[in-house]
């Protein structure tokens, strides 16, 4: 079982950043990054850098069949995007089945909250794969989608990918890139 919990370390990380890519302190869109209207609808891009603060719940594990099945591992963590000067604290719930022979597989869970400073709420989902690269070392691209729910946040979506890369499936404190687009429906 020690594997099983190792690959759920480097998941956590890897999930968590893309959850924190949603997240606006500002009630007025952003200025930065590129930005582009289309349908009274305004668009901008941005990127974002991971940090992994911590793991609330490790979940439940259980081994079968060859692949360690993660349900509900509940972490921490922030994101930053000096491309459009937002950060944000959040909450995820992780679930992955992923080969306890490679560490690979599926990965999938949702963003209970993501909550900025001047109190925006941010939920959502994720879903992507993890694969082995050279080195040895894992590469895991998570695909996002959030919605502002309340606060400063309400109205704005997010569409995003995530790339984590790491030699160590253990590793809790790495970062991760992160990319896409902000959604305005409303522009103010």
Request: glycine letters at 12%.
């Amino acid at each position: 079982m020690k594997g099983s919990t190792t690959v759920v370390r480097m998941l956590h990380g890897v999930v968590l950043g893309v959850a924190l890519a949603a997240c606006s302190e500002s009630p007025v869109a952003p200025t930065a990054g590129p930005a582009f209207a289309k349908g009274g609808v305004t668009f901008t891009e941005f990127t974002a850098t991971y940090v992994a603060t911590g793991l609330l719940d490790p979940g439940t594990q259980k081994v079968e069949a060859g692949v360690v099945e993660t349900r509900g591992l509940t972490a921490t963590g922030m994101v930053i995007s000096t491309t459009l000067g937002i950060s944000c604290n959040a909450v995820v719930e992780i679930n992955s089945d992923l080969l306890l022979s490679n560490a690979t597989g599926p990965v999938w869970g949702k963003m209970i909250e993501c909550v900025t400073a001047d109190e925006g709420v941010w939920a959502g989902s994720f879903d992507g794969y993890r694969v082995m690269s050279t080195g040895p070392s894992w590469v895991t691209t998570l695909k996002l989608v959030f919605r502002g729910v309340s606060g400063s946040a309400r109205g704005y979506q997010v569409r995003a990918t995530q790339v984590a890369t790491s030699n160590d499936p253990a590793n809790l404190g790495f970062t991760a890139d992160i990319s896409g687009v902000l959604f305005d429906p409303n522009p103010r």
